[in-house]
């Protein structure tokens, strides 16, 4: 085993045995030899935090196709300086990604010459594949009649929902499936009609849960299994219940506000699993599911042999790796790899059965291929220019060895060349940078100082600037009280949400949701929403801390100074059954 230190926070890391036997089997073998893969030089955060860097999951802005001159909704800001194609024109064959093609420089580094590609070839506004009626939404596969959802596959009239699938009629979730009917959920499964629900599975009709399964006319409870009628883990008859349930009404704004809060309080007096790992074995990390040998990973249902990956679904033998769904092997440092893809290596954005790619950007269905982007069903590229497989191999061996001479070879694309600004992606919900700090100083690599891009302005997407508005604080406390009237007054108006006094709208078939369910009209925008439904999850790291009861050492995901009470597994355990 080797300890590192990382090139970027000084924290030390270790590389073990297995980790060599990986790298050693996922290093490619290009005219008969063998390109071995060096032990990486950042600690496994700080890849993370690189890979983050080229996922903007949720900004969209106004914007114009760079091939039709027509309107579009883009991830890409006004400035970003890319050539942006309305997605159903990249997809078509109105124009070639191998028209771009290019030699490769040996007097330029790696990364400035992938960047300059970058620039030149097109990207599609939004990735919205096989879906229907959802165009305000980003990285969604079969959906249908979805708004502002953003990673998600197979959702039906469901609205902001993030890294979600198989769910319908439901709004406000984060990484659920099978949710149906159901309104602000984090982590569960098979829910039906639930509200405010966390870390819980197969319950129906009730709300505030959080660790429970199996439940049903349920509210304010926790760890609770095949309970029903229970308030604050106590037990009702169904009269006395139901009693309750209507004095509380729950469905009036302010009472509601102050009930999320009772309920925040009550989980602190309740006694907390230090992880969630259910049906798995040998794996370290939290929300694992069905997985096995898998270590240091967070979010995975259905992962074996492998590590540091966040969320990822029905994957092998994967390392450094971030949104990745179905049948995928052998990966080494990606992000978004999609639907059957194997040995791909520091590439971002790879769909439909590719294999074989090494840093790549952006391809469907293509096989080796080195340092292209944007290609559907290609074979043999470099640079987007087409080769015979024995010119390819030679040309390929000879740029490995010249990026080993600037040690590009075995690095992720670097943070400084991401297509999006630092705080427009993933990377700022997860490692957040404030705004002098990412112009000022940056990043300490290699004895340089490297800049971050950072976009200093808003731009509202859907408001237009004469539009009435409405300050959030002023909206009816009850959806009852929802007039024709009123409602045509809210959709014409930009309401004034509450927390970032940023302006949002509603759309008409939100409102018929809020009302079908009895939800009062959310006061804060779903950006600050999910912001603060990220919050209430623990972070992807592992703690040292003592039992609460039994005082033996354990990993978990609070952190040591957090007030939850929190058990081993065994005493967790032995409490709850
Ligand atoms: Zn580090
Ligand atoms: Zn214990």
């Known amino acids: 085993m080797e300890t590192k230190a990382c090139k970027q926070c000084g924290t030390s890391y270790s590389f073990t045995e297995q980790d060599t036997e990986f790298y050693n089997k996922i290093s490619p073998t290009i005219n008969w030899v063998k390109q071995n893969i060096p032990s990486p030089s950042l600690c496994p955060d700080c890849r993370q935090q690189r890979r983050l860097s080229w996922i903007n999951q949720r900004k969209l802005y106004r914007g114009t196709c760079a091939f039709s001159n027509k309107p579009i909704l ?3 800001s006004p400035e970003s300086g890319y050539k942006i194609y309305d997605y159903k024109v990249w997809w078509s064959d109105q124009w070639s990604p191998l028209d771009y093609g290019q030699n490769f420089d040996f007097s330029k580094p790696f990364f400035q010459q992938f960047e300059e590609l970058m620039k030149e070839v097109p990207y599609p506004n939004l990735s919205i ?23 998600n596959n197979n959702l039906e009239n469901t609205y902001y929902a993030s890294e979600s699938m ?6 406000d979730i984060w990484w659920s499936g099978k949710i149906e009917n159901s309104y602000e959920m984090s982590s569960c499964a098979n829910m039906y009609k639930c509200y405010y629900c966390y870390n819980s599975d197969s319950c129906s009709d009730s709300i505030f849960l959080q660790n429970c399964s199996w439940c049903n006319n349920c509210i304010m409870c926790f760890g609770l299994q095949n309970a ?9 008859s169904k009269e006395e219940f139901e009693k309750k349930k209507q004095e509380m009404n729950l469905w009036n704004y302010n009472n509601l506000q102050a009930y999320i809060t009772d309920f925040h309080n009550f989980l602190l007096t309740q006694a907390h699993k230090c992880t969630t790992i259910v049906n ?17 990973s967070f979010n995975i249902v259905g992962v074996k042999n492998s590590k540091n990956l966040y969320e990822w679904w029905r994957v092998s033998n994967v390392q450094d790796a971030t949104f990745v769904y179905d049948d995928e092997w052998y990966i080494l440092e990606c992000t978004g790899v999609f ?19 090494i840093y790549c950007s952006n391809m469907s269905n293509s096989k080796n291929c080195f340092w292209c982007v944007g290609l559907r069903d290609q074979e043999y590229c470099i640079l987007n220019k087409q080769y015979s497989k024995d010119d390819y191999e ?3 061996s000879k740029i490995i060895d010249y990026m080993k001479t600037t040690w590009e070879w075995g690095e992720f694309l670097p943070i400084s060349t991401s297509r999006f600004a630092y705080n427009e992606t993933a990377a700022q919900e997860y490692y957040p940078l404030d705004w002098n700090w990412a112009n000022e100083a940056i990043n300490f690599i290699e004895n340089k ?3 971050y891009k950072w976009l200093n302005k808003d731009y509202p997407v859907n408001i237009p600037p004469t539009m009435p508005t409405i300050n959030a604080n002023e909206l009816i406390v009850d959806i009852k009280d929802l007039s024709e009237e009123y409602e045509k007054q809210l959709l014409n108006s930009a309401i004034i949400c509450e927390a970032s006094k940023k302006p949002f709208r509603f759309t008409k078939s939100e409102l018929d949701f809020y009302k079908k369910l009895n939800i009062s009209l959310p006061r804060k925008s779903h950006d600050v929403r999910h912001m603060e439904r990220m919050k209430l999850r623990n972070p992807r790291k592992l703690y040292d801390r003592k039992c609460d009861k039994c005082e033996i050492d354990m990993k978990t995901t609070y952190a040591p100074d957090r007030e939850e009470i929190v058990y081993c597994k065994a005493c967790y355990e032995k409490k709850t059954y």
């Open 74 to 76: 883009s991830i890409y």
């Open 129 to 151: 594949i096989n879906s229907e009626n959802s165009e305000f939404n980003h990285n969604i596969a079969d959906c249908k009649n979805c708004y502002m959802c953003f990673g």
């Open 166 to 171: 198989y769910s319908s009629n439901s709004s």
């Open 228 to 236: 029903k009628y229970y308030i604050k883990n106590k037990q009702y």
């Open 280 to 296: 798995s074995e040998n794996c370290n990390g939290d929300y694992i599911f069905d997985s096995n040998n898998c270590e240091n």
């Open 339 to 357: 639907g059957n893809s194997f040995h791909i290596l520091f590439s971002e954005y790879v769909f439909n059965s590719s294999s074989n790619l």
């Open 394 to 396: 030679k040309i390929v």
């Open 449 to 451: 100082w490297i800049k």
